[in-house]
């Protein structure tokens, strides 16, 4: 029979965590982290302003963000195929963890408007 409770060594109880998410085995502490890096290194504007960490929370079209994906995603499989990136709009030389980041931001962003807009409906 399926136990109802935990029970810890000090005595302690809790229902079972079986259905319950997992953020913490789900999630990698070091993709966080090169995330938040990443993100925090675009925050600079280009006339000099700081752009505010949840600016993009404000809306991005779904045509922006799948167009920034697409180019993204394609420095990653040029990266993955063993040619050089160079960035657009600078032209210093980026790297897999750049790629994926940039990736990661434009799906992100993309599937935050689509909850918005679930949440709403």
Not at 13 to 30: A, I, V, W
Not at 41 to 70: A, C, F
Request: proline fraction near 3%; aromatic fraction near 12%; include cysteine.
């Amino acid at each position: 029979e399926q136990p109802l409770l935990r029970h810890f060594a000090s005595g302690a109880t809790r229902n079972l965590d079986n259905n319950k998410l997992d953020y913490e085995g789900f999630l990698s502490p070091l993709v966080i982290e090169a995330f938040g890096k990443y993100m925090h290194s675009h925050r600079l504007q280009k006339d000099g302003t700081m752009r505010d960490s949840s600016n993009w929370k404000m809306g991005i079209p779904d045509e922006v963000y799948m167009k920034s994906m697409w180019r993204h995603f394609f420095d990653v499989w040029k990266l993955y195929s063993g040619y050089e990136v160079l960035s657009p709009e600078d032209g210093h030389s980026v790297d897999r963890e750049e790629a994926l980041c940039a990736t990661l931001f434009n799906v992100q962003g993309m599937l935050h408007e689509l909850l918005k807009e679930q949440s709403n409906a």
